[in-house]
């Protein structure tokens, strides 16, 4: 029996006049097209899911700071989720994800990865000027026609929940300088596919619009405090507002958001002495602190001097309150997460620098600007506004998305690497 290959070629060789050649040579891509997804597409998928399972737990097997391990057992139950959750889908080489939910193929990495949660920063304007996010001589800000409207916001979104992604982060600049936050947040909620929406955000003007923000569909909250001290908070911030933001934090307990975060970046020097009072923060109170290594983006003096190590803080930590209990983590969650002893709520460490966890990552970017940046330390992006303005239709933007994603690397460079490199400053990004 011929094969498909043998068959074109006598097709292509055939001495027929033009039209039915051109016929036999359609007939025989048609063939063509129908053996490579019977029998390669879904080869591809399974070799992508595997590689994913693989990547996760190499990922994921690196946390050994503390021995021995106390949660191995919660390590081990990720990773055989992440094998077991990896199926395949044979249309196109797309894969599914733990809930059964199908990924297209353009939000599949060549790594394997399926890329589920989309952040899009909404403005590059900011009611605070922290240090590490905007350089001390300020940023050039993009000009408003140039940003994305919010009927473009709820396009982009659409077209990435529509190939798979279901938790949205609306961030900035500052997010609720946007007036229009509450129907940014409706409009993504309302999404077919779209299970989570949550919002970064610094809470100085957060307190007066929590309620509008629940009832328009927002179910996570993550606030950035750095500090609780007043005075401080001033320092670092370049202005006033410290009240409002713990205010804002109380309330949005409160109202019964899923989750309420506080994130905090540690810096040698400025706020590493309240390790302590952040932890204490969690005692009475259902809030997760987040404590981030510092990371360098252009313009906010990064060095090694100034970053605190996940070791160090959590030995610190353990010093004052005891062992930390691992919890039993998703594959693609971004922090390190642990219980107190005693304490009601939880702790958890981003660990960018000293231990990356770049085999799970399922996150995408979308800048103010309508730029796509598939890693937060990656100089490459594609503009998505470009395209939607030049007329390319969904699909065509969804392919446009899939070649970006396609060239991401298996993991960012390390930490001085990074700070040697150009980047955005981080306001420009997007928290």
């Not at 070629?9 to 063509?32: C, I, L």
């Not at 779209?194 to 007066?208: F, I, K």
């Not at 007043?230 to 989750?259: D, I």
């Amino acid at each position: 029996m011929a094969t498909v290959g043998e068959g074109c070629a006598r097709e292509a060789s055939g001495v027929v006049d033009a039209p039915n050649a051109t016929r036999a040579m359609r007939g025989a891509r048609r063939e063509v097209e129908r053996w490579m997804r019977k029998n390669v597409f879904h080869r591809v998928a399974t070799s992508r899911a595997n590689a994913r399972a693989r990547a996760v737990e190499t990922a994921r097997d690196r946390d050994g700071d503390s021995p021995p391990r106390a949660f191995d057992d919660g390590d081990a139950r990720r990773r055989r989720r992440s094998e077991t959750n990896a199926s395949t889908s044979a249309w196109d080489g797309g894969i599914k994800n733990s809930r059964g939910r199908f990924v297209a193929p353009e939000l599949v990495d060549a790594h394997g990865r399926a890329h589920t949660y989309l952040r899009i920063s909404l403005t590059e304007r900011c009611n605070l000027r922290c240090g590490y996010c905007m350089p001390e001589e300020g940023v050039e800000l993009t000009p408003n026609d140039e940003l994305l409207t919010t009927d473009e916001v709820e396009r982009v979104i659409k077209i990435f929940a529509r190939a798979g992604v279901e938790k949205v982060r609306l961030t900035g600049g500052e997010p609720t300088v946007r007036r229009d936050l509450e129907e940014v947040v409706r409009r993504a909620r309302e999404t077919p596919g779209v299970r989570d929406v949550s919002v970064t955000t610094n809470g100085v003007a957060l307190e007066r619009r929590l309620e509008g923000l629940k009832a328009s569909g927002l179910t996570r909250l993550n606030v950035s405090l750095d500090t609780l001290v007043p005075a401080k908070f001033e320092f670092m911030t370049r202005r006033r507002g410290h009240e409002r933001v713990l205010r804002s934090v109380a309330r949005a307990v409160e109202l019964g958001f899923q989750s309420v975060k506080v994130n905090c970046v540690v810096t040698r020097h400025q706020n590493d002495d309240e390790l302590i009072d952040f932890v204490n923060m969690t005692k009475d109170s259902p809030i997760n602190v987040r404590f981030i290594e510092y990371m360098p983006f252009d313009g906010n003096k990064w060095s090694t001097e100034k970053m605190v190590s996940y070791a160090e803080m959590r030995s610190r930590i353990e010093d004052a309150f005891g062992p930390l209990a691992r919890l039993d983590d998703p594959i693609e969650e971004v922090a390190k997460n642990f219980s107190v002893p005693g304490h009601v709520g939880t702790v958890s460490f981003v660990t960018s620098m000293t231990d990356a966890f770049c085999g799970g990552c399922n996150r995408l970017r979308v800048m103010a600007d309508g730029n796509l940046k598939v890693c937060l330390f990656g100089a490459a992006e594609t503009s998505l506004r470009d395209a939607m303005r030049s007329g390319a239709d969904d699909d065509a933007i969804l392919r446009l998305i899939g070649a970006a994603v396609s060239k991401k690397k298996a993991s960012h460079a390390g930490m001085h690497e990074i700070a040697a490199s150009d980047n955005r400053a981080m306001i420009k990004i997007g928290g």
